[in-house]
């Protein structure tokens, strides 16, 4: 495993991918679900390197659903994973699937368990906000919608993190983007 993480890390994830294959198979025939877990965080993360994406997705959800069965779902590291998860979903274009798993699955559990100014519970609304933005079937009441998430989103930013915090200027240069797409459309 180090020796395949050491490789990713040096953007040599074609030779470090039979080593991480080989890491998840040996540790799921002889160790702890937790070594089978960072195993296959480590393969999926090679994957993503070399752009397969969909291989690593099926890892992500797979590691996910572990930790929803271990941990239960409002535990902060299955909610990161299922961050990551959405995070795959959002690059491979599953607008309506990332959607779903945001908005019903993963952000009710994150203001619930970790609260309304956690910062991933931050980064899970921003995502939705951007797929709310970026699907092909975007429509003016989805980007009113992301606009309405995104001023949330800010004004927590600048509350958790000051005003001059690289997140909270992300989160306004989104904001900013949003009000420009709509403007766009209204005068469409």
């Not at 070594?35 to 993503?48: G, H, N, V």
């Not at 390197?49 to 930790?67: C, H």
């Amino acid at each position: 495993g180090v020796l395949g993480n050491a490789l990713v890390s040096h953007k040599r994830g074609a030779e470090a991918l039979p080593i991480l294959e080989a890491t998840v198979a040996m540790a799921r025939r002889y160790s702890n679900q937790n070594t089978i877990i960072t195993a296959q965080s480590s393969l999926s993360s090679c994957l993503a390197e070399l752009d397969r994406d969909d291989e690593a997705l099926v890892l992500k959800r797979e590691i996910y659903a572990t930790l929803v069965a271990t941990l239960g779902p409002s535990h902060e590291d299955t909610l990161l994973v299922g961050s990551n998860v959405a995070a795959s979903l959002f690059k491979l274009k599953l607008y309506a699937e990332h959607m779903s798993f945001v908005r019903d699955q993963l952000l009710p559990v994150a203001q619930r368990s970790l609260g309304a100014d956690h910062g991933l519970t931050l980064v899970l609304q921003t995502n939705l906000a951007a797929t709310l933005a970026d699907s092909p079937q975007c429509t003016r009441d989805d980007l009113l919608e992301a606009g309405t998430i995104m001023q949330g989103v800010v004004k927590m930013q600048r509350r958790v993190f000051g005003p001059e915090h690289p997140r909270t200027l992300l989160a306004e240069g989104n904001l900013s983007l949003l009000r420009a797409k709509l403007r766009l459309v209204d005068s469409s």
